[in-house]
């Protein structure tokens, strides 16, 4: 089985700060990552579906990178609504979530 | 616009089953997976298995081989999901989500075991 690992686990930042989230697999994922975002009592909101493309309607300030074992998720200029937790999902070998990023304002 | 409304929370006895819902609207049901997926605070997400609606085909985790039960209606563009024999490691919230990327997720159903 594919493990993903992600850090940090929390992140506290402020507004209009540059945030980073990683995500490890164990083994060659290709470009099979996605990243979400989950809001406290809401449907988690797809953000960027393979690797680095941009879902419709999400803010450009939220990027993607990365391939096999190693991506990234960063949100340029941190918003207050980005207040959240992140995880990815790979769907090279079924579909393995990753632990989550609770993101924070400082 | 494509919507996923799952069925209310369920308080349920250990030992007992459960069967929640996912209805869908806003495309042809029968040509997306639809898949179930588990969470728990602290334990993050678990992919529970998928169904295909169009010949209704299952997949599951191995994790959830005799737990979860996966069904689809066409008739009524409803996906389902039957959990047995619950304990209280059953407790979570669990989501439909139309097939790879999950861009469309239902609003989530708690389900409660205890006596």
């Known amino acids: 089985d594919i493990q993903m690992t992600q850090s940090p686990s929390f992140l506290s930042a402020s507004v209009g700060d540059r945030v980073t989230i990683n995500c490890k697999a164990s083994q060659n994922i290709n470009r099979y990552l996605n990243w979400y975002q989950q809001k406290l009592g809401e449907a988690p909101k797809l953000l960027i579906y393979?690797?680095?493309s941009l879902q419709t309607g999400i803010p450009s300030r939220f990027s993607g990178s990365g391939s096999g074992t190693d991506f990234t998720l960063t949100i340029s200029s941190l918003q207050p609504e980005d207040v959240a937790t992140y995880f990815c999902l790979q769907h090279n070998s079924w579909y393995t979530f990753g632990a989550g990023t609770k993101l924070e304002l400082k | 616009q494509v919507q996923l409304q799952q069925s209310g929370a369920e308080l349920v006895k250990p030992g007992s089953s459960v069967k929640i819902s996912c209805k869908a609207s806003?495309?042809?049901?029968?040509?997306?997976?639809m898949h179930w997926i588990k969470q728990q605070p602290g334990n993050g997400l678990e992919w529970i298995g998928w169904?295909?609606?169009?010949?209704?085909?299952?997949k599951y985790n191995q994790k959830f081989n005799g737990k979860a039960t996966l069904t689809a209606d066409k008739s009524s563009s409803t996906a389902y999901m039957q959990l047995s024999s619950l304990t209280s490691e059953d407790s979570a919230v669990y989501f439909c989500?139309?097939?790879?990327?999950?861009?469309?997720w239902g609003q989530g159903t708690l389900v409660t075991v205890s006596s």
């Open positions: 806003g495309y042809t049901f029968t040509s997306y997976d």
């Open positions: 989500a139309r097939g790879w990327p999950f861009a469309y």
């Open positions: 169904i295909y609606p169009g010949n209704g085909n299952t």
């Open positions: 393979n690797a680095n």
